[in-house]
T-cell receptor
Framework: NAGVTQTPKFRILKIGQSMTLQCAQD?????MYWYRQDPGMGLKLIYY???????DKGEVPNGYNVSRSTTEYFPLRLELAAPSQTSVYFC?????????????????FGSGTRLTVV | KQEVTQIPAALSVPEGENLVLNCSFT??????LQWFRQDPGKGLTSLLL?????REQTSGRLNASLDKSSGRSTLYIAASQPGDSATYLC?????????????FGKGTKLTVNP
């Protein structure tokens, strides 16, 4: 099925370890996003990308890095895992024909990665 | 800074009841507003998307309205069913600090009792 695919679904990390959360979309969406969701806190934007080779910080970027070498993939890197990064991470994508005019077709979310740092 | 508030935080109703979920946002300069559904341990499923120029959208038993000038949206669910039990999230898409962002409310957790 077309959509946003995230891997892994679950992961436990030790403090100081690093990992990459994978995200792929096959809808030819130009925009891609990474959010984290903490209980009772809603979703917070970590990083986003408006196209291949272009990334920008969101609301809570510290401790994370991203890259966007192709339209399809938008991996999120955690370099030195900390307990504060325990969360559920969602990748999303959208299409905006004219940047600045919003995503006319709405947003598609992946099923999430549940990360625990111990 | 755009802030999105959803009221109530939780709602429990008997099956068959019609209900309204509320969403408010502080900055009316939005491109669109989207309602999502999230089941426990799952991702977000888009329900309805309302562009800033629209007043409402309908899909089956769901109807979402948008009053951009007052910064409000409502999601109306008709004839609720136990399968409607989930958390409903409202999100607005707007430009902030020179960048485009989707800002979420914290959600309304709906329980429909058989």
């Amino acid at each position: 099925n077309a959509g946003v695919t995230q891997t892994p679904k679950f992961r436990i990390l030790k403090i100081g370890q690093s990992m990459t959360l994978q995200c792929a979309q096959d809808m030819n969406h130009n925009y891609m996003y990474w959010y984290r969701q903490d209980p009772g806190m809603g979703l917070k934007l970590i990083y986003y990308s408006v196209g291949a080779g272009i990334t920008d910080k969101g609301e809570v970027p510290n401790g994370y890095n991203v890259s966007r070498s192709t339209t399809e993939y938008f991996p999120l890197r955690l370099e030195l895992a900390a307990p504060s990064q325990t969360s559920v991470y969602f990748c999303a994508s959208s299409y905006s024909r004219v940047p600045g005019q919003g995503a006319a077709r709405g947003y598609t979310f992946g099923s999430g990665t549940r990360l625990t740092v111990v | 800074k755009q802030e999105v508030t959803q009221i109530p935080a939780a709602l429990s109703v008997p099956e068959g009841e019609n209900l309204v979920l509320n969403c408010s946002f502080t900055d009316s300069a939005i491109y669109n507003l989207q309602w999502f559904r999230q089941d426990p341990g799952k991702g977000l499923t888009s329900l309805l998307l309302i562009q800033s120029s629209q007043r409402e959208q309908t899909s089956g038993r769901l109807n979402a309205s948008l009053d951009k000038s007052s910064g409000r949206s409502t999601l109306y669910i008709a004839a609720s069913q136990p399968g409607d039990s989930a958390t409903y999230l409202c999100a607005v898409y707007s430009t902030q600090g020179g960048s485009e962002k989707l800002v979420f409310g914290k959600g309304t957790k709906l329980t429909v009792n058989p």
